[in-house]
């Protein structure tokens, strides 16, 4: 089934210490998205990738970064995780074109805790 | 700014009933709409959308409804079930490819 995939399902990280999270996709999908979402609140938008382009939101935090190295993969890196940085890291995609806009498609979550 | 936000933030239900969970927005330039359904520790998943041309749209035991006029929309689900329990965020395209999620509606419903 075509599907949005993210490794690992639990990241646990030390404080400080740099840590990437991974996301792929096989929906061939060209548009990509990385959101951040904090215990009993609302997905919050990071950045997204259209194609190769990076788009990122005004207040994501510069600790936060993003690679696109093909379509399928995204990687969230985050360089010097804090305490207030543990939470759950989804990854989004959908297309773009034609008829839409169209929804975008979850993967299941990376939750990240800092120590 | 844009803002999405949900008049309640949990809901309870008996199994069989009909529940409505409701959003308002505020930006009346959005044109497009979704209702996701998270369930704990899962990613948000796709129930229905609906574009600003309508004012309607059915899907499987799911109804939304767009108010225009006064910015708000409404999630109905029919003979709820006990799957249905999750959290609910209605989202709203704000840019091209910008989802601004509303807060969050908890759904239990009671056997």
């Known amino acids: 089934d075509a599907m949005v995939i993210q490794n690992p399902r639990y990241q646990v990280t030390q404080f400080g210490k740099p840590v990437t999270l991974s996301c792929s996709q096989t929906?061939?999908?060209?548009?990509m998205y990385w959101y951040q979402q904090k215990s009993s609140q609302a997905p919050k938008l990071l950045f997204h990738?259209?194609?190769?382009?990076?788009?990122n939101e005004a207040d994501t935090p510069d600790n936060f970064q993003s690679r696109r190295p093909n379509t399928s993969f995204c990687f969230l890196d985050i360089r010097s995780p804090g305490l207030g940085d543990a939470a759950m890291y989804l990854c989004?995609?959908?297309?773009?074109?034609?008829?839409?806009?169209?929804?975008?498609?979850f993967g299941p979550g990376t939750r990240l805790t800092v120590t | 700014g844009e803002s999405v936000g949900l008049h309640l933030p949990t809901l309870s239900v008996q199994e069989g009933d009909n529940s409505i969970i409701n959003c308002a927005y505020s930006n009346s330039a959005s044109d497009y709409f979704i209702w996701y359904k998270q369930e704990s520790g899962k990613g948000p998943q796709f129930i229905i959308d609906i574009r600003s041309n309508m004012d309607k749209r059915q899907g499987q035991r799911v109804t939304v409804l767009l108010n225009k006029t006064v910015k708000h929309l409404s999630l109905q689900i029919a003979a709820t079930q006990p799957g249905d329990s999750a959290v609910y965020f209605c989202a709203e395209l704000t840019g091209a490819n910008n989802l601004f999620f509303g807060t969050g509606t908890r759904l239990t419903v009671i056997p």
């Open positions: 990738y259209y194609d190769k382009d990076f788009n």
């Open positions: 989004a995609t959908s297309r773009e074109g034609g008829q839409g806009p169209y929804e975008q498609y």
């Open positions: 929906l061939n999908h060209n548009v």
